[in-house]
């Protein structure tokens, strides 16, 4: 059986993650300089399928070596990081 809820907060948290990050920014530039950009979306898109399969098959895996409590701790850590780093980079132009 299908688990919509799931599947529809996978799709809408990825999608909105992915607007405007450097992989869309890429696929931008590849394909406003191609003659061919069916080509451009083809190769990003089962980029984006084989970076999410890495990444399930790696939490699947993690999940019964870690808790799921310490995972989120990690991630939340990671993403304080990334969000610190974009702040000191954007205070630094700024100057």
């Given at each position: 059986m299908i688990d919509w809820q799931l599947l529809a907060i996978s799709f809408g948290t990825i999608?909105?993650?992915?607007?405007?990050?450097?992989s869309q920014i890429a696929t931008l530039s590849l394909s406003s300089?191609?003659?061919?950009?069916?080509?451009?979306?083809?190769?990003s898109a089962l980029a984006l399928l084989?970076?999410?399969?890495?990444?399930?098959?790696?939490g699947g895996s993690v999940y019964y070596v870690l808790p799921t409590r310490f995972l989120k701790i990690i991630a939340a850590f990671i993403f304080a990081m990334l969000a610190f780093r974009t702040l000191a980079g954007h205070a630094t132009e700024d100057k």
């Open positions: 999608f909105i993650s992915e607007l405007g990050d450097k300089s191609s003659t061919a950009p069916r080509f451009v979306f083809l190769g084989v970076a999410s399969l890495v990444g399930v098959l790696l």
